[in-house]
C-alpha cells in the first residue's frame, strides 16, 4: 500500500482565499484524522471520522474549517477564508480498527505545509 | 484525562552514545503508549507502541522503551546514537476513556546527534 496520501504537499495563498486540502487514507482503515501542526501549539487534532461519520470535530478551530469524507478513499479539509494564522502543516491519519480502539496505531501522511500571506 | 509530558524540548548526543527521551503520562486508565518520530519535513512514523503487553518494548531501529507504572514513565532509550536519529520525537497516549482512541500527544523532544 502506499501508504495516507495528502495533497498539495505545500500551499502558498493569499488571505481571504479558500484552500483544499486533500487525503487518500490507507485502504480499508474505518478511521481517519486530521490533525494541526504549529511551532506553538504542537500537534492539535482537528476532526476525527469513523466509517465516514464525524464523530469528533471539538478541535475544528472557527467555522471557517470544514471537513468532509464523501467516502471511504477520499476526506478534505477546507478553510475559507483564509487567514495567515492558519499558516502550520496540515497531516491526515488513517487507522484500523480492530478490537480496542485505543490499541491500534494511527498512520501518518507526509503533511500539507500552508502558507497564508 | 490522559496526558503526556516529555521532560526536554531539546537533547544533544554525540555518534555512537546512549539516547534517552524521557516521557511521563498521566492516564486513568490502563494507557495505550506510542513513540513517534518525525523527520525533518516528513510525517510522523510510528516507533514502537505499548498496550498493556509486556513493559520492555522494541521498535525500529534499535530503540526501545519500558513502561513503568509505579512511575509513571515511558522513557525512550537507544544503546547507540547514529546521525540519521536526529529528528523529533513524540511520546503519545492513547484516549482510552471515550472509546475512541484519539491520541494525545506530548509537545516533542528535538534530538540532535553530533558527529
Known amino acids: 500500500d502506499a501508504g495516507v496520501i495528502q495533497s498539495p504537499r505545500h500551499e502558498v495563498t493569499e488571505m481571504g482565499q479558500e484552500v483544499t486540502l486533500r487525503c487518500k487514507p490507507i485502504?480499508?482503515?474505518?478511521?481517519l484524522f486530521w490533525y494541526r501542526q504549529t511551532m506553538m501549539r504542537g500537534l492539535e487534532l482537528l476532526i476525527y471520522f469513523n466509517n465516514n461519520v464525524p464523530i469528533d470535530d471539538s478541535g475544528m478551530p472557527e467555522d471557517r474549517f470544514s471537513a468532509k469524507m464523501p467516502n471511504a478513499s477520499f476526506s478534505t479539509l477546507k478553510i475559507q477564508p483564509s487567514e495567515p494564522r492558519d499558516s502550520a502543516v496540515y497531516f491526515c491519519?488513517?487507522?484500523?480498527?480492530?478490537?480496542?480502539?485505543?490499541?491500534?496505531?494511527?498512520?501518518f501522511g507526509a503533511g500539507t505545509r500552508l502558507s497564508v500571506l | 484525562a490522559q496526558s503526556v509530558t516529555q521532560l526536554d524540548s531539546h537533547v544533544s548526543v554525540s555518534e555512537g552514545t546512549p539516547v534517552l527521551l524521557r516521557c511521563n503520562y498521566s492516564s486513568s486508565y490502563s494507557p495505550s503508549l506510542f513513540w513517534y518520530v518525525q523527520h525533518p519535513n516528513k510525517g510522523l512514523q510510528l516507533l514502537l507502541k505499548y498496550t498493556s503487553a509486556a513493559t520492555l518494548v522494541k521498535g525500529i531501529n534499535g530503540f526501545e522503551a519500558e513502561f513503568k507504572k509505579s512511575e509513571t514513565s515511558f522513557h525512550l532509550t537507544k544503546p547507540s546514537a547514529h546521525m540519521s536519529d536526529a529528528a523529533e520525537y513524540f511520546c503519545?497516549?492513547?484516549?482510552?476513556?471515550?472509546?475512541?482512541?484519539?491520541?494525545?500527544f506530548g509537545q516533542g523532544t528535538t534530538l540532535q546527534v553530533k558527529p
Open positions: 503519545v497516549v492513547s484516549d482510552d476513556s471515550s472509546n475512541t482512541g484519539k491520541l494525545i
Open positions: 485502504s480499508g482503515h474505518n478511521s
Open positions: 491519519a488513517s487507522r484500523p480498527d480492530v478490537g480496542q480502539l485505543a490499541k491500534n496505531i494511527q498512520y
